[in-house]
């Protein structure tokens, strides 16, 4: 292999993450220290899912490690409708609850877009009321969703300005496609959405410097779509069985692509730790903006 060695490729987001989180720590100190307050996270899971279980965990942990209060509230997975929103009214006018999460997926008796349009978009941490999908399609000031604003974050790092670079999404959900499209065009990028009905999907990734996968199928992207020296930022978290042994692996085919790109997101390691940091990021936002505090 020539040029840059394999592991000055890897854009490492668990490190990211950290430095992140301890930038947030000093600034919710400085909150706690002059104006007297702490932000404060509100967490809802409904039913017992495992994966939700600990992500629910990982969110509360990292919320006091950076001294912010964490407010949990499990309910029953028999929970109906009309007792849920009751709840999240209860947390959009209580003042010490600065962001409100309530965690997908939720049981089938539950409307999800229901409850994400009942919370005040001044508290939707998670940036999916539609309030603020449209603040963040029109330039204006949104909260926005923590997966794809934590790509950028990676992106930013690593390529200082993107200004003028041709970028291609591969993915359109309203949680990481689109959203990641239209931060890509805020910072000036040409920007390529694609999807399961793009004609010549690997011809439309080798013209771009920037790809972000984002579809969900494991090892899709190959080696060979990738242009040499692009960045590639994985959002992909897939489950497999490979010689008898359970693993995670992205949507891109990493070994092939760390061959050609210039740099690369691992999984896990990669995108994944930036998104309860990013959460922790829009809740300190959120509580600056609701205080009328510059953010």
Known sequence: MHGTSV???????????????????????DLKARHGFVPGLAVVLVGEDPASQVYVRNKAKQTVETGMASFEHKLSRETGQAELLRLVEQLNADPQVNGILVQLPLPRQIDPQAVLDAIDPAKDVDGFHVVNAG????????????????CLMLL??????????????????????????????????TVTIA?????????????????????????MVRG???QPGATVIDVGINRIERDGKAKLVGDV??????EVAGAITPVP??????????????????ARRQRGLAA
């Open 7 to 29: 592991s000055g490729k890897i854009i490492d987001g668990k490190a990211f993450a950290e430095g992140l989180r301890g930038r947030i720590a000093l600034e919710v100190a």
């Open 135 to 150: 603040r963040l399609a029109t330039g204006g000031k949104a909260l926005v969703p923590c997966t794809p604003l934590g």
């Open 156 to 189: 930013k790092d690593r390529l200082g300005e993107l200004s003028g670079k041709r970028a291609i999404v591969l993915g359109r959900s309203n949680i990481v496609g689109k959203p990641m499209a239209q931060l890509l065009l805020g910072e000036s990028c």
């Open 195 to 219: 999807h399961s009905r793009t004609r010549d999907l690997p011809g439309e990734c080798r013209r771009a410097e920037i790809v972000v996968a984002a579809v969900g199928k494991p090892e």
């Open 224 to 226: 060979d779509w990738i």
């Open 253 to 258: 085919a990493y070994d092939e692509a760390v």
């Open 269 to 286: 390691g990669g995108v994944g730790p930036m998104t309860i940091a990013c959460l922790l990021q829009n809740t300190l936002t959120a």
